[in-house]
């Protein structure tokens, strides 16, 4: 299993960028794939993520900002990011995990132990 992140860069405060991640090799049919993010001097944070019933959920710190979906067919998972601000700027890793127990679940306790991790995307916003 592979995944790759692209779309990562610097941006104004206020400003967009949409993340991508390629996944190939991924062939389970009940999962859970999403965004993590560590900002600098934190712990690695969930952002979003959503699971094979379409379920998504969410950090309270970006609800209404970001949007998560995936594209089955190209095996591709996508993080829509509106209104950055400078709090945002982390690097920023996909993930993804064969737990049946749903997007809340995979977000809140697979910081560190989801099955597949991307390399990251650094994301900086400035103000």
């Known amino acids: 299993v592979k995944l790759v992140e692209s779309g990562g860069g610097s941006v104004q405060s206020g400003g967009s960028l949409r993340l991508s991640c390629r996944i190939s090799g991924f062939t389970d049919t009940t999962y859970s794939m999403g965004w993590f993010r560590q900002r600098p001097g934190k712990e690695r944070e969930g952002v979003a993520a959503?699971?094979?019933?379409?379920?998504?959920s969410y950090a309270d710190s970006v609800k209404g900002r970001f949007t998560i979906s995936q594209d089955n067919a190209n095996q591709a998972l996508y993080l829509q990011m509106n209104s950055l601000q400078p709090e945002d700027t982390a690097m920023y890793y996909c993930?993804?995990?064969?737990?049946?127990?749903?997007?809340?679940?995979?977000?809140?306790?697979?910081?560190?132990?989801?099955?597949?991790w991307g390399h990251g995307t650094q994301v900086t916003v400035s103000s």
């Open positions: 993930a993804a995990d064969r737990s049946p127990w749903g997007a809340t679940w995979f977000l809140t306790y697979r910081q560190r132990l989801a099955d597949y």
């Open positions: 959503i699971d094979h019933e379409g379920t998504t």
